[in-house]
């Protein structure tokens, strides 16, 4: 049995413009302590609002197919 590796990303960057005015003013209101703590939050903000929105999606879907079997 091997050891798989952690899940793991190295990203550097330079956020400039909005997004850096908007990481400062979270830091400042202490929201977020760090850059990396501020990407992780938006990534699981972005997920969950993507997994949301694809259930949303997929119940219109069943909703429309039971209505179509009913007619």
């Not at 990303?9 to 330079?14: E, P, Q």
């Amino acid at each position: 049995m091997t050891l798989k590796e952690p899940d793991k990303v190295y990203v550097k960057c330079t956020l400039r413009g909005e997004p850096a005015r908007i990481f400062m003013e979270l830091k400042e209101r202490g929201v977020v302590r760090s850059v990396r703590e501020a990407v992780v939050q938006g990534l699981l903000a972005v997920y969950e609002r993507t997994m949301e929105r694809d259930l949303r999606r997929a119940q219109v879907r069943a909703s429309q197919r039971i209505e179509e079997e009913a007619r």
